[in-house]
């Protein structure tokens, strides 16, 4: 605890030195950028402080101690109330302060003799500023809830690997990983989970009083695949319409630029529409679905023995084995087999264009947007080294999923990729710019930075 107060107290102190007089606005960007790193690490030593607090608080007001608790002697009906009241936060937040405190907190036995903190890696990770509490809870949450059911072994390593995959991500990056982390350590529990999402499934209808039609849903994660797949295609095909409309009368039949442009939520209900018109047998035909496949990824030794788990491409939610088996007997479904003979996949340069098997391979290899994380359907296959200018092959090694802000943010900042080892189990990186990283230290992407793997 002292230790990351006095941690805490140098990074503070360097963040006020970097801004003396407090004019934030004067600063130049490297030093703005400085700044904003001092200022996340301050606070994520400050989420280490408070939760050993916040621990020490409830243990000081368990319910054995009755009116002396603690809490109750400051007026407080329980220690989170009073957590909550003393530091403005509301009462979810506290609660989760004492849980990564009590996790993370050293331990006595019943000897009396000091005993590691029940999560060491989640402790060590948070003490020195390297995760928040967020990113704590999340994974001490996961752990124990499958503690009973997996091994103290498989436990430690999947605590040590999630901690060192959390820094730099988002809360939404991480929670996927750890449902894939789960679904490893659980696999038993993952048909379990399926069933309860199944039974809790349902879709409303409600006129409302001015003569909209209001909709409102949840899906499992099997049911909501074709749905989530064929509307994100159908609103892809609008966007690229958008991005390459022409003025009219140019010859070419593409959307006129001076029409009203719609949000994304209205392309989303749009594309809805269009979907049910297009089943209730109207004439249109001109629905640009092409593409839009649900991909259902399952390692060959599960599917033979109905062992483990599966995943679905854009689902962060795995399913069970039995799920993929019928998924993979439907239209628009593409069941990838890890370990089976696959299709040529290098084609140097007798073509431009990605196969769709190409792409698939992608898809394995970068689980979506090599640099930040978003779904295959997001996103394209591009040549590393250019076809026309570079005489770039069309093969994986040369190929990355990027969505397009990442592509464009690639082209115009100067970064580079970088991809190490065969096929779908090469690893890619991106190295920044010198005015990012003067070192160019490369940056782990794709499915190794965004997707939950254990050791072989």
Excluded at 141 to 170: I, K, W
Excluded at 418 to 442: E, L, Q, S, Y
Aim: proline content about 6%; aromatic content about 4%.
């Amino acid at each position: 605890m002292t230790t990351s107060l006095a941690a805490l107290a140098d990074v503070v102190g360097g963040a006020v030195a970097m801004c003396p007089d407090g004019e934030i606005e004067s600063l130049p960007a490297d030093a703005l950028l400085l700044l904003h790193a001092s200022l996340g690490q301050a606070r994520r030593l400050m989420d280490a402080a408070q939760t050993r607090v916040a621990s020490e608080i409830a243990r000081q007001s368990r319910p054995e101690m009755g009116s002396g608790g603690l809490a109750k002697q400051q007026g407080f009906r329980n220690p989170t109330v009073f957590i909550a009241a003393t530091m403005g936060t509301t009462a979810g937040e506290a609660a989760r302060l004492v849980q990564v405190g009590e996790a993370t907190a050293p331990r006595m036995t019943f000897g009396g003799e000091a005993a590691p903190a029940r999560h060491p890696h989640v402790a060590e990770a948070l003490a020195s500023g390297r995760i928040g509490a967020h990113a704590a809870s999340v994974v001490v949450t996961m752990l124990d809830r499958v503690g009973p059911r997996a091994s103290r072994e498989a436990l430690d390593e999947a605590e040590h690997r999630l901690v060192a995959q959390a820094p730099g991500l988002t809360h939404d990056q991480l929670s996927k990983i750890v449902l894939r982390a789960e679904a490893f350590l659980d696999p038993n529990g993952v048909e379990r989970r399926e069933d309860e999402l199944r039974a809790e499934r349902w879709l409303t209808f409600r006129e409302g009083r001015d003569g909209s039609l209001d909709l409102s849903g949840r899906f499992d994660p099997a049911g909501g695949a074709p749905i989530k797949a064929a509307l994100e295609a159908l609103v892809a095909a609008d966007l690229r319409a958008q991005r390459n409309a022409v003025p009219s009368g140019s010859g070419s039949e593409v959307v006129d630029p001076d029409a009203p442009r719609r949000s994304v939520r209205q392309m989303q209900a749009d594309a809805l529409t269009r979907l049910a018109e297009h089943a209730l047998g109207c004439d249109r035909r001109d629905l640009p679905l092409a593409g839009a496949t649900i991909v259902v990824r399952i390692a060959l030794d599960d599917l033979v023995n109905g062992t483990g788990h599966a995943t679905i491409d854009g689902i962060s939610t795995p399913v069970s084995v039995a799920t993929a088996r019928r998924m993979a007997a439907g239209g628009s479904i593409i069941p990838c087999v890890l370990g089976g003979d696959s299709e040529i996949l290098d084609w140097g340069r007798a073509r431009r264009l990605f196969s769709d098997a190409q792409r698939l391979a992608l898809a394995e290899r970068d689980g979506g947007c090599a640099m930040c994380g978003a779904p295959p359907s997001h996103t394209k296959a591009h040549h590393l080294r250019w076809w026309a200018r570079d005489a770039g092959p069309t093969d994986l090694a040369n190929g990355v999923l990027l969505c397009e802000s990442c592509h464009h943010r690639i082209h115009d900042n100067g970064w580079e990729i970088r991809i190490d080892g065969p096929g779908t189990r090469a690893k890619v990186w991106f190295i920044p710019p010198a005015h990012v990283d003067p070192a160019r230290t490369p940056r782990l992407g794709g499915r190794a930075r965004f997707d939950y793997a254990p050791a072989a």
